[in-house]
Structures are given as C-alpha cells and as structure tokens.
Antibody, heavy 118, light 113 residues
Framework: QVQLQQSGPGLVEPSQTLSLTCAIS??????????WNWIRQSPSRGLEWLGR?????????DYAMSLRGRITIKSDTSKNQFSLQLNSVTPDDTAVYYC????????WGRGTLVTVSS | DIVMTQSPDSLAVSLGERATINCKSS????????????LAWFQQKPGQPPKVLIY???TRESGVPDRFSGSGSGTDFTLTISSLQAEDVAVYFC?????????FGGGTKVEIK
C-alpha cells in the first residue's frame, strides 16, 4: 500500500512561489506503472487536478492548461519523492493541496492547506 | 476538457435504504485499449482526502464494502449504495481519467433522513 507524506509551508505571499513535497513509501517514484499527481480543492473550484509526472523509460509530465507556464512537477529519485512548484501565486490559489498516486488516485496525502496572503 | 456533471447535489436517505448518485460526462470516456470506461468514484468525509471506491466504472477497490457498486457506460454512470449506513455520510465525487485534464464532478452530499 502506497503512503504519501506531504510537507511544505501553509502560508505563501502573493506573487511568490508555492512549493510542496510528497514523500513516497511503498513504491518507487521511478516505477514504470505509476503516476504521481497534485490536486487541489477549494470551495470555489471544487476538486481540480493540477498535473502529474511519471516514468516510462524517461520522465514525462502533464499539466492542466489553466496553470501551464506557472506549474512544475518534478521527481527526486534520490529521496523517492515528487514536488509541486506553482509560481506567481494569487489569493485565488488558496486551497487544500493534495498529492495522489496512480491513474485513478488510489492513494492520497493528508492534504496541506495553503493560504496565499500577505 | 471533459465536463463531469453530477446529480443530485445532495441526497437524504433513510438508514438501510438505497442511495443513487448520477454522473454524466460531456463525452465518452471509453478507453479503447481495454474497452473499459475510465471513470472513478470517490468518497470524502470532512477533514479527510477523497478515497477511491470504484474505478473502471464498475470495479470495487479492495476493502470497499460490497454495498457500494458502480454501473453505466459511455457517458452515463451511477454509484449506488444499496443499504445506507451511518458511516456512509459523506460527499461523493465522480472523476474521469480518460483524457487530460483529469476532471471531477461537483460532488453529491449524502445525509441521513
């Protein structure tokens, strides 16, 4: 059973970068049949998939078009984890951020409430 | 983007009675490689992340009680709780994983009548 442990700050100032990390246990970030996702949830947007990274002989990432240009999801094989960076945040990016594994989100992190405010 | 539309928004059902939640996708989510629909159902309780109940529209996740079942195909899908228990009070979401961006329905809140 995959377990995901999220870490990162709960408060980010407007125009700064939101950075979260998701540590994996029970699987390898480089697994050839896995996918590693970031999802957020807010009252205004509901559940919103942000993007994913996965390894199939080389690394690939897919992103929600609405965030393209601001978002990067990367893997760190030495630490068996993956990360989210979201640049130029605004209060509209305030949400609970989750990491989740798999193609249909079989396992989830506990969530991190990120508030964008000065 | 594939839009997922759930109905109803909320539902109150007596203990032991059936609860039915509908989900409609704006286009087919049939994955041709295995002829299965790329549709999942999730349960979310307050303060917790969503938990997958059903995937490939009809396959129950390991450990999920058999009172939960998924049905449907193409663009119309249903989650049924055959005999509602107190612990089933939650918000339920459908989600398609057929194409990017992966999208969720707006959720259906299930309560006890």
């Amino acid at each position: 059973q995959v377990q995901l442990q999220q870490s990162g700050p709960g408060l980010v100032e407007p125009s700064q970068t939101l950075s979260l990390t998701c540590a994996i246990s029970g699987d390898s970030v480089s697994s050839n049949n896995a996918a590693w996702n970031w999802i957020r949830q807010s009252p205004s947007r509901g559940l919103e998939w942000l993007g994913r990274t996965y390894y199939r002989s080389e690394w690939s990432s897919d992103y929600a078009m609405s965030l393209r240009g601001r978002i990067t999801i990367k893997s760190d094989t030495s630490k068996n984890q993956f990360s989210l960076q979201l640049n130029s945040v605004t209060p509209d990016d305030t949400a609970v951020y989750y990491c989740a594994s798999g193609w249909y989100f079989e396992s989830w992190g506990r969530g991190t409430l990120v508030t964008v405010s000065s | 983007d594939i839009v997922m539309t759930q109905s109803p928004d909320s539902l109150a059902v007596s203990l032991g009675e059936r609860a039915t939640i509908n989900c409609k996708s704006s286009q087919s989510v049939l994955y041709n490689s295995n002829n299965r629909d790329s549709l999942a159902w999730f349960q979310q309780k307050p303060g917790q992340p969503p938990k997958v109940l059903i995937y490939w529209a009809t396959t129950r996740e390991s450990g999920v009680p058999d009172r939960f079942s998924g049905s449907g195909s193409g663009t119309d899908f249903t989650l049924t709780i055959s005999s509602l228990q107190a612990e089933d009070v939650a918000v339920y979401f459908c989600q398609q994983y057929y194409s990017i961006p992966l999208t969720f329905g707006g959720g259906t809140k299930v309560e006890i009548k």
